[in-house]
């Protein structure tokens, strides 16, 4: 009996001293851990705290993100906006939404597809090397990697895009040269800068043809006007050299009626000569400011523009194209832009 006893004893104190054996506890500077029986516990010192045991942890950050997993159903994970990752296990699969109404959502050896809240959805094949996009409106763009970018709108026009190709600008692109009065008045401070296009060369090119109808109008008048006065000075002179008084006036009303007569024939011959520059001048600026440049800035509306609202904005139609007006230190000047 005494064997007996002697030997529970010491039993009993292999089995207590193992006990303790089993927790464990450890302190830093950086935080904390302990556990025991199959589950643990731990703390930052800034704030963030993570337990687990029995096949599943849970932990948060201080700044509001917080993870979970459950062994055998998959990881959850949200950040502070609300942004939330899910992946079940054996699935293949992880999904991300946000509170915007966006989603993604990536499949192992598949491809990863991603929609926002306005219906545009995106999709990326895993190894094809290209991304395609698209909108409720018809419109798709496609990315391939390498290549280039090919996009189609809700007509069937498509446009395409080689990576690394260079693309010279179109020739209406180059501006020509105008005075320097000219490019800095219209294109230096003007809301929408874009300097003048061609057409507003044209209008401008009108503007000089018409003014200089009406000079070479006015010079002809004044020349023969100056000529036919001095011709009738100069005759009555030489009857009044004769020395007659007749002679004299006879000279004086010669001249008189002469420079009466060419006055009014230059009068007629410049209002003649002016009537048919300017229209000509007007004519050969309008047919050539009838084209308008898509991107060019002019300070006039040409006839017949309606004002429609469009998506809240002010715009100007006119015929078949499109101005958008803006306010600069010129005034406003009106640009030409895609169909709204």
Known sequence: MHNIAIGLVGLLIVVLSCGPALAWSHAGRYGSASGGGGSW??????????????????GSSAYGGSASHQRGEGTTATNRYG???????????????????????HTQGVGTTASNQYGDAAYHATGSGSTTVGNPYGQSATHYYGQGTSVTNAYGETAYHASGAYYPPHPAAYYPYHPPTTVNYYGSSCGNCGGWSNAGAAAAGAMVGMAAGAAIASANTAAATSSAYSAGVVAGSTSTAAATSGAYSAGVAAGSAGTTAAYNAGVAAGTTSGTTAYPAGAAAGSSIATTYMMGGIYPLLPEGCISPKMQGGTYYLCGNTWFQP??????????????P
Do not use: C, F, K, L
């Open 83 to 105: 942004d939330t990752a899910t992946h079940a296990t054996g699935s293949g699969q992880t999904t991300m939404t946000n509170p915007y109404g966006g989603t993604a959502t």
């Open 41 to 58: 516990d731990a703390s930052g010192y800034r704030g963030g705290s993570a337990s687990g045991g029995g096949g599943s942890w849970s």
């Open 326 to 339: 803006s306010v600069g230190a010129n005034g406003v000047s009106y640009r030409v832009v895609p169909t």
